[in-house]
Structure formats: C-alpha cells, structure tokens
C-alpha cells in the first residue's frame, strides 16, 4: 500500500504570499489531519476532514484552512503568509476512528522570507 | 482538556544501555495512547499505540510501553539501545474526550545514543 504522500516536499515564500499544500492520504483512508511543526511550540493540530467536512479544528487563526475531496486528497491553504508560519507542516490520514493510527506524510517544509 | 507530558526534553544514554522516555497524560478517562518516532527530516512513525488491551504494548525495533492508569503514565522503553534509535520521539493521545481523530503531542524527546 502506498502511504501518505505530501507535495510540494519545500516551497520558499515571502510575506504576504499565501500558499497551498497538497496530501494524499493512503488508500481507502477518510480521515486527514493536518499539524504545524515548529521548534518553538512543537507539533501544533491545525484540522481534520473526514468525508469532505471539517470534523476538528485547531487553535489557528482564519488564514489557516483547509478542504477535502471526493477521493479523501486534501489541501490546507494559508494566506497572507507571517514570518511565523515557517514551519513543517504535516499531514496524517487514518480511517477517522480515535484510536486508529494516523500515519504521517514526510512533510513540507515552509520557509517564510 | 487532555494533555500529554514528557519528561526530559533530551535524554542521553550509552549504547546497548536501557532506554526510558517517560509520558504522563491527563484525561478524565483512559485515553489511547501512542508513542512516534521522528527522524531528521522525516515524518512521524509509530511505534505502538494502547488501545484499552493489554497494558503492556509491544512495538516496533523492540520498544515497549506499560499503561499505568494510578500514575496516569506511558512510558517507553528498550533495553538496549541502538545508535539507529537516536531520533526525536513524541507521546501522543486521542480520544475519547475528543471526536475524531485529533492528537495532542508532548514536547518531545531527543534521544542521543552514545557510542
């Protein structure tokens, strides 16, 4: 089975700017969440979509959001870009139930210049 | 809310010597419990996850965490460390006072293994 696959693997931005990123969960997976990694706070949950809706959100601001579509790929969007959304941004699918295993996608790595 | 703990930002170790990262959790009622393992430039991996089965859970690379409900704890263990175990690792958990399948991180550990 193919895993978690996350596009683009880094992307260089400047405020300002926004940005879309892209994650295709494994196969027959409904659930995907999306979490910031920075050295400062750490691994940070921003959502989850199962089936096309929001289910969770984070303590994020409105620049962060996100969308699911029919075939589970999602996309999480960031606008006017701050100098403090540089980070790795990680992406899990899983089949939605708490205790499933959510298995993570190696990441894209904002810089934010 | 839950929460996750861990204890030692960094923990250094000898190779082939005992490895112990220690988690302890708030909730209100067992929650599922997981451990992830982090390399440079990688995503998360898991290790293994208690589900509300057996206390003691067997995962992968021959680690091994005990769920302790009095001392709300989880910690991971190995007995001999590996200069390949030298990664971050994250205490992780869910459910059931939240829906769906939203985690809540500890810190993290960074684990140096000497050799």
């Known amino acids: 089975k193919a895993g978690v696959t996350q596009t683009p693997r880094y992307l260089i931005k400047t405020r300002g700017q926004q940005v879309t990123l892209s994650c295709s969960p494994i196969?027959?997976?409904?659930?995907v969440s999306w979490y910031q990694q920075t050295p400062g706070q750490g691994l940070q949950f921003l959502f989850e979509?199962?089936?096309?809706?929001?289910?969770n959100k984070g303590n994020f601001p409105g620049r962060f959001s996100g969308r699911q579509f029919s075939n589970s790929r999602s996309e999480m969007n960031v606008s006017t870009l701050e100098l403090g959304d540089s980070a790795l941004y990680l992406c899990?699918?899983?089949?939605?139930?708490?205790?499933?295993?959510?298995?993570f996608g190696p990441g894209t790595r904002l810089l934010v210049l | 809310a839950q929460s996750v703990t861990q204890l030692g930002s960094h923990v250094s170790v000898s190779e082939g010597a005992l490895v112990l990262l220690r988690c302890n959790y708030s909730?209100?009622?067992?929650?599922?419990l997981f451990w992830y393992v982090q390399y440079p430039n990688q995503g998360l991996q898991l290790l293994l996850k208690?589900?509300?089965?057996?206390?003691l859970v067997k995962g992968i690379n021959g680690f091994e965490a005990e769920f302790k409900k009095s001392e709300t704890s989880f910690h991971l263990t190995k007995p001999s460390a590996h200069m390949s175990d030298a990664a971050e690792y994250f205490c992780?958990?869910?459910?059931?006072?939240?829906?769906?399948?939203?985690?809540?991180f500890g810190e993290g550990t960074q684990l140096t293994v000497n050799p």
């Open positions: 899990a699918s899983s089949s939605g139930f708490a205790e499933g295993t959510q298995y």
């Open positions: 196969s027959g997976h409904r659930s």
């Open positions: 979509y199962f089936s096309e809706t929001q289910r």
């Open positions: 909730s209100s009622v067992p929650p599922y």
């Open positions: 208690y589900t509300s089965a057996a206390t």
């Open positions: 992780a958990v869910s459910g059931p006072e939240t829906s769906g399948s939203r985690l809540t």
